[in-house]
């Protein structure tokens, strides 16, 4: 069953914050975060395995809460280069390794 | 490395013919997936392999498509026949099978079926 991200779009403008979530029904093995623009492939953010830690990438972290399946994306001091969709891959199970994707949240950085 | 590598990066065909893309992972890399991308649809699994076995093709959405890996560097998906339906992105991505690891996607091949 696919994860539910929100919001579905966010404009900001350069320097602000924003905070993208994905929720699940399942229960959750890890989550990962991926990041494409347009006309290009995903590319990998950063994984979260379940134990609730947060990592952080530059100025972009997340977090992962196992008892409520759902992980957050903070972005912070966003720069023209955040520009792109979104997307959290869930993995359901220790080994499966197939990740099911969010429908994505497209985030525009405006000068 | 070069990254996964796919080919082609663009196909047009005409309806009833067969289609395959091609994919190279990246070496080392002991899981494959394939993905389909469409605005309607977004990102969906087709199938995917673990040292070069088919674990899960139940995303495969009929019996038109079939994927191959017959060694580690290498893996197939081919359409046959093709319908208009099957426009779309088609990615290919690989990763390790354990361990803390994302996936590297390929730079897809966009197929339009006329």
């Known amino acids: 069953q696919q994860p539910v991200q929100s919001p579905q779009a966010v404009i900001l403008r350069e320097g602000e914050d924003a905070v993208i979530n994905c929720s699940s029904s399942k229960a959750l093995y890890s989550v990962h975060w991926y990041r494409q623009k347009h006309g290009e492939a995903p590319v990998f953010l950063m994984i979260l395995l379940k134990g609730g830690e947060q990592k952080g990438h530059e100025k972009i972290s997340a977090s992962f809460n196992e008892k409520k399946q759902q992980s957050s994306l903070y972005l912070t001091a966003s720069q023209l280069s955040y520009s792109g969709t979104y997307f959290c891959?869930?993995?359901?199970?220790?080994?499966?390794?197939?990740?099911?994707f969010g429908s994505g949240t497209r985030l525009q950085v405006q000068p | 490395d070069a990254g996964v590598i796919q080919s082609p990066r663009h196909e047009v065909t005409e309806m009833g013919q067969e289609v395959t893309l091609r994919c190279k992972p990246i070496?080392?890399?002991?899981?494959l997936f394939w993905y389909r991308q469409t605005m309607m649809r977004g990102l969906e699994l087709l199938i995917y392999?673990?040292?070069?076995?088919?674990?899960?093709d139940s995303g495969m959405p009929e019996d038109r498509f079939s994927a191959k890996m017959p060694n580690a560097s290498f893996s197939t998906l081919k359409i046959q026949p093709s319908e208009p339906r099957d426009s779309a992105v088609y990615f290919c991505?690989?990763?390790?099978?354990?361990?803390?690891?994302?996936?590297?996607f390929g730079s897809g091949t966009r197929l339009t079926v006329v």
């Open positions: 392999f673990n040292n070069n076995v088919p674990i899960d």
């Open positions: 070496s080392g890399h002991n899981s």
């Open positions: 991505a690989s990763s390790f099978l354990r361990g803390n690891y994302g996936y590297t």
């Open positions: 891959g869930t993995e359901s199970s220790f080994g499966v390794r197939a990740l099911t």
